[in-house]
């Protein structure tokens, strides 16, 4: 591994570690689902419950996740839970029958919002103390992490289908990268506290008045989770039944099946590259708004004509249009406190982890079609909830504005008018 001299460099490459860790390890168990049904014998809606038990964990760990992350921080809180989450893969592989998968799963669920909180509390830190935007960057990481994850399971399957010889080796790949992170990252984020709080107040007055505030979310924070949880929903779906969809329905051969979420992955890491150019000359509800629409739209299309290639353009608008709804929902949270930011970050795992869940359910009902209409319908909420947010508007600091701000306290951005 490289080793990098800026200091924001080196944070930035530490956080986006952990990005792709997350993205790896989940695109790692979700692109082999049809072999984990058919090893386990699993029905449409077994699949579904069996993704719902990722998101019950995930939603029931918010209490532990916000004490865990007062009382590790951040930065060890992510380390722990990459190491946990490595082991969950060999845990499923090995999993005799339907009721320890499903406690496995559900662990899982529990170590993808610890980690989901704490990755984007530091990346929220970094953005805010160096007043550079960088949060589209380490969510293209993820998108990444899901793209290696369906290019290794297909080189993978070349050679065996055998889930604990895969598993082993995406669980050997992880732990190097969490290596590498943890020497990174950062070790607190008093910046970001010094950036939003009076530099009158004292250390010891901040943290009692933390204790007594009573951490109720606000109208803008309850719209902010519902954004949240509908574009994860959007984003979850694609990676979790696109396999299924283009196997069931579009009738795709096998070697095609996980290249519906190398597509929606491809898009997505692309126009999460150029997510923060965009950022800076559009303004983040703008970017939210139109393309959540697109994604609606082009996947909606895609369902009605059928077949594999309108499929897999369909998926690639939902990739590009659901992009950037996530870097910007969590620094809108961000500015909000660090509240907001974890009941956001909160309410995005579960969305991403039980939202399919519902689809299946869905599927397992009327069709798998119907299904993933509830997808577009999905990324169609997203848009009309962006539209009662208080979007705010950086500009970008010049170099020697920069090094100013990294010594000292930001000034918080300007609510867009």
Partial sequence: MFRVRDDFRRAQ???????????????????????IKARLDLSTAEVGLLLMACGVGAAASFPLVTWLMKRLGSRRLSVWSAVGLSLILPALAFAPDYPVALLVTCCDGVGVACLNVAMNGQGAALEVSYQRTTMGKFHATFSGGSLCAALLASGTNLFTSSLSVHFGIAMAVLLLLIGYAQAGLLREEAVREEAVREPSVSEPEVREKSRRRLPLPTRITIWMGLAMVFGTVTEGAMNDWSALYLKTVANAPAELLPMGIAVVSVMMVLARIFADGWRARWGDGRI??????????????ALLVGGVVPALLGFACVGLGIAAATPCIYMAAANQGPDALSLVAAMGTTGLLAGPAVIGFIAGASSLVWGMAAVATSAMLVSLCTTRIRWAVRAEPSAELAADLSAGPVPEPLPQA
């Fill in 13 to 35: 490459f530490a956080i986006a570690a952990l990005f792709l860790i997350l993205g790896f390890q989940y695109g790692t168990w979700a692109s082999r689902l049809p072999t």
């Fill in 288 to 301: 939210v708004r139109v393309g959540t629409a697109l994604a609606a739209v082009g996947l909606g299309l």
